[in-house]
């Protein structure tokens, strides 16, 4: 008796486990997302609400060919906002899903690029620490804050790969008899 309630409980459970599987989602919202030159666009974000309290109840994105899919568990009236990068935000009519109309099947929706004028433009750019070229290495002092008040010695001391000896000897990449040149003259710097 005990293996005939085994058996019957396990095949209830197995049943169970089946038609829930095979259960499919009843309602669904369909379309397709395309811009003015009918490329579809992809990766855009498909926010399904509520009409009547505006309720966010799912989040999809789209697929490489612009299309996507909102699975629903219930009838209802629904929107749909879309945003992607580049576009402006589409806001649905409202969508009526209906015992008589569950898969509602959107129009290709043709998303609107959004274009945006600048006031100005300022342009800024800054001389790095240290320029290497074939022949030279050039160090822009002002390009530290920390170069302000120093002397050319103690700037030299800063560079990476230049060494000042206790008398004053200075080595590059441990090349002594190394040329110093400010604003493109030679000049002899003598060690404090």
């Given at each position: 008796m005990k293996k005939l309630q085994q058996v019957l409980l396990t095949g209830f459970f197995l049943g169970l486990v089946s038609f829930s599987f095979g259960q499919q989602i009843p309602y669904s919202i369909r379309g397709k997302l395309m811009n003015k030159t009918q490329q579809p666009i992809e990766a855009a974000t498909v926010n399904l609400f509520r009409s009547n309290d505006s309720v966010a109840i799912k989040t999809v994105i789209s697929a490489t060919?612009?299309?996507?899919?909102?699975?629903?568990?219930?009838?209802?009236?629904?929107r749909i906002t879309v945003t992607a990068s580049g576009f402006k935000k589409y806001q649905s009519a409202e969508i009526a899903i209906t015992e008589n109309q569950a898969v509602h099947t959107l129009n290709s929706i043709v998303m609107e690029a959004e274009t945006k004028q600048l006031d100005e433009v300022t342009v800024t750019?800054?001389?790095?620490?240290?320029?290497?070229?074939?022949?030279?290495m050039i160090v822009n002092v002002d390009a530290q804050i920390s170069n302000a008040g120093s002397t050319a010695m103690?700037?030299?001391?800063?560079?990476?790969g230049v060494t000042v000896d206790k008398d004053g000897v200075i080595a590059l990449k441990g090349k002594q008899q190394v040329l110093v040149y400010i604003d493109g003259r030679p000049t002899y710097i003598v060690p404090n």
């Open positions: 060919d612009g299309g996507f899919v909102i699975d629903l568990h219930q009838k209802g009236d629904y750019s800054k001389k790095p620490f240290i320029e290497q070229r074939i022949d030279k103690e700037v030299l001391e800063k560079s990476p």
